[in-house]
């Protein structure tokens, strides 16, 4: 009777649709559902929170139940272990008509973007920002971390703001205004001294620092520390003196840091200054001051000769000595600067021309206006030039208009446009979600213009942007700031694998294996590869780290090398084989099949399984699991429990095929219990054997690729993808799929020429 109720209830609701096409749709699987899934998800029961007799609220609602009913009984999940499954034939027949409604209704759903929160730039962001546009190379370690939503930095809803955020980003971005105008007169370069007795002391007991000198009676090391403001050449000048003894002049050694010292002959008891000019890199320098020979001799005839000291004044470092090259990247602010003109003309032009790039948008006059007057303050107040540029450079960088990317429509009213309208993002915004997108950074002045002119409207013109964007090695950041979270790489700094089980896991080894998966990306990327050669590749990249971790020959050429894999190993070229994946899978102790298998389903398939039910969370324990069998008994045992064996059947079976791989992602073929067992069986009974079982499993799944395309979104739009989104990609997704291989560039276009990329919805006002 319930079953017949179902039907009944569910005929009706969806008769009820509005759509044209509601009373063929109501079939849709109903006769299915009915027969193998109501009797769990009906209104009394609601396992997993599901209950479908309650009609959906919106068509795209019950679409996309539709799709998500499709996809657990393809991986045969449901019904449940202990239920008469349905047949093979009857799982076809269920998936052809979902698949066969969604591609007639998807299209006819109303147009509907949505809209974007606004977001704070990520520090990486901010940094590749600030190399783009100012040819700085900036520290972020010192901003608060940034928030992950649904995996990734760059979801609106999860980047909080605070005061310490402010701080932050004030303090860099003078740091950044000073490298950029710095107050540098080439006549009359910069001085920077220390007095001798207030040096550190940091080898030697002879030093007496009372009064205005030191005095190194013994051998003894003095040390300070100075900050250059760039790479240049500089004046190292010791004013020093001497008391003679013995046969030799007083030796004094300067040092900068770890290189070798430059040693100078201090002969006079009168102070003398010495020079040494060098070069020396942009940050933080050591300078030692060291007396090497000593000399005492208490019998010497002469009172004024029995012991010879170095006495030290000050040390100074005078510099940059030679003329400042600009960086190719920062060459239009001071173009912007021009030459003609007084002080504040020149003032005026920088920031009438600068701020548009800057904010990534026209500036309005009276913003123009206003930095102006900061400007022209520091100039009025005697300051110079360079420090006026400065402040407005600054105040430009800690700019909400720069630190956020904010788009019409987000708050308020767009002019012109009904809340709830559908409207086209403006040129000069899709430019910056473009850039954003593909390179983590500000768009170039190529981007710009075209989007000042309206041309990105054109879908050309926008193909053969992404296409000439993706050429650009700021593309880059699709592996290292995209992928790199995608796979969770940053969860290799917080792993520490038991040292004397696992030794030699340090920062170096953990820098490798990030940087072995960010190079299959790049190369499946720029090499127009099958996104599925991240699953299949027959080759890696290594460098003699990560050769020598896994007992590989180290590339002759030296650096990082890609390397095709023997025919016994080409497993290991995509990335479940890589040692990054598998260490950040595992336990300190152990390796984790229910950790691999999780991972996979949530990163490689996105279907991860639900949280545990209470009290299920662990086998540790447990009063029902023998805690002395091996780990694949107990979780066999812990399968027993039906709560437990609808998700770890398959999650089980996916992480055991991957356990001839240690917590490091070296191969195994044994451990301490004897030979491993890599085998499992599906919950639709195909058997799995090893890691090349499980590639193959995910090779033909087309999840793999549809999960690729929404992570891209999620990462462009900075926002989940609603049911609406992601039943629009899953159609364009399975429209290449039906054409044959799929890039990446491929899943990036549909993502860029989707709707919900191009165009938002109107906000209401207030």
């Known amino acids: 009777m319930r079953q017949l109720r179902f039907v009944q209830f569910a005929l009706g609701c969806w008769c009820g649709a509005a759509l044209a096409h509601a009373q063929d749709a109501a079939a849709v699987g109903a006769a299915f559902t009915a027969e193998h899934c109501v009797g769990c998800h009906d209104r009394d029961t609601q396992k997993g929170g599901l209950d479908l007799t309650a009609p959906p609220a919106t068509e795209a609602a019950r679409l996309w139940r539709l799709h998500r009913l499709r996809l657990r009984v393809a991986a045969a999940e449901m019904p449940p272990p202990g239920e008469t499954p349905p047949s093979a034939a009857a799982r076809g027949q269920f998936a052809a008509e979902v698949a066969a409604e969604l591609a007639a209704a998807v299209p006819r759903l109303p147009s509907d973007p949505g809209r974007v929160t606004v977001r704070r730039l990520s520090r990486t962001q901010w940094a590749n920002c600030v190399r783009d546009l100012c040819g700085v190379v900036a520290d972020t370690a010192q901003f608060p971390a940034d928030d992950l939503g649904y995996g990734f930095d760059t979801v609106g809803d999860a980047l909080s703001f605070s005061t310490l955020h402010l701080e932050k980003y004030l303090a860099a971005a003078g740091a950044v205004a000073a490298e950029v105008f710095p107050d540098e007169h080439p006549t009359r370069p910069a001085a920077r001294r220390c007095e001798a007795e207030a040096m550190a002391v940091v080898a030697g007991p002879g030093a007496h620092q009372d009064g205005e000198v030191a005095v190194l009676y013994t ?80 019998k010497h005839p002469d009172p004024s000769r029995r012991d010879r000291n170095l006495s030290l004044d000050w040390l100074e470092v005078v510099g940059p000595l030679d003329p400042r090259v600009l960086p190719e990247a920062q060459r239009w602010l001071h173009e912007a600067v021009g030459q003609r003109g007084d002080e504040a003309a020149r003032l005026r032009g920088f920031v009438t021309e600068a701020l548009g790039r800057l904010w990534r948008r026209p500036a309005s006059r009276e913003e123009v206006v206003r930095l102006q007057q900061l400007g022209g303050a520091v100039l009025r107040g005697g300051g110079s030039l360079a420090l006026a540029l400065q402040r407005v450079l600054q105040a430009a960088l800690a700019s909400p208009h720069f630190l956020f990317r904010l788009e019409p429509g987000a708050t308020g009213a767009v002019p012109g446009s009904k809340p709830g309208a559908v409207v086209p993002l403006p040129p000069v915004q899709l430019a910056s979600r473009l850039s954003f997108f593909l390179w983590a950074s500000a768009p170039d002045e190529e981007l710009l213009e075209l989007g000042r002119r309206g041309r990105l409207g054109d879908p050309a013109v926008l193909a053969a942007q992404v296409a000439r964007m993706l050429l650009d090695p700021r593309a880059e950041a699709l592996a290292t700031d995209f992928a790199a979270q995608w796979f969770e790489l940053k969860l290799l700094w917080e792993r520490t694998p038991d040292p004397a089980r696992f030794p030699g896991f340090d920062d170096a080894l953990r820098a490798s294996l990030r940087r072995e998966t960010e190079l299959l990306f790049l190369c499946v990327l720029r090499d127009g590869l099958d996104v599925r050669t991240l699953l299949t590749a027959d080759f890696t990249h290594v460098d003699a780290r990560l050769a020598q971790h896994y007992g590989w020959p180290e590339p002759a050429a030296g650096g990082w090398q890609r390397v095709p894999l023997p025919a016994e190993q080409r497993e290991r070229g995509g990335v479940l084989g890589h040692g990054s994946i598998l260490a950040i899978t595992s336990n300190p102790t152990r390796t984790s099949p229910v950790k691999r298998g999780r991972w996979i389903l949530d990163n490689l398939l996105g279907q991860p399984p639900p949280p545990p039910p209470p009290g299920n969370d662990t086998l540790v324990g447990e009063r029902t699991i023998d805690s002395s069998r091996s780990l694949r008994e107990q979780l066999a045992q812990h399968r027993e ?28 073929a044994t451990d301490a219990a004897g030979p491993i067992d890599c085998s499992g069986e599906l919950p639709d009974g195909r058997p799995l054997v090893g890691l090349a079982g499980v590639v193959a499993v995910l090779r033909d799944d087309p999840q793999f690729v549809h999960l690729v395309a929404r992570k891209l979104f999620t990462y462009a739009l900075g926002r989940e993808p609603r049911p609406v989104d992601q039943l629009r990609l899953l159609l364009a997704v399975d429209a290449l799929l039906g054409r044959g291989p799929v890039t990446l560039a491929d899943l990036i276009l549909v993502v860029v020429q989707s709707e919900a990329f191009r165009c938002r919805t109107v906000a209401g006002r207030g």
């Open 641 to 668: 429990a039906k709560a437990c064996a609808v998700c770890h059947q398959r999650m089980d079976a996916l992480g055991f095929a991957l356990e001839r791989y240690d917590v490091l992602g070296r191969h195994r």
């Open 219 to 298: 051998n003894a090391t003095l040390e300070q520390t100075v900050d250059l403001p760039r790479e240049g050449r500089y004046r190292l000048r010791v004013c020093a003196a001497s008391t003679p003894a013995g046969d030799q002049p007083a030796k004094l050694a300067l040092r900068v840091d770890d290189a070798a010292p430059h040693e100078f002959e201090v002969p006079e008891r009168a102070p003398q200054v010495f020079e040494h000019v060098l070069a020396l890199p942009r940050g933080r320098h050591r300078i030692a001051l060291a007396f090497t020979n000593d000399h005492y001799d208490p």
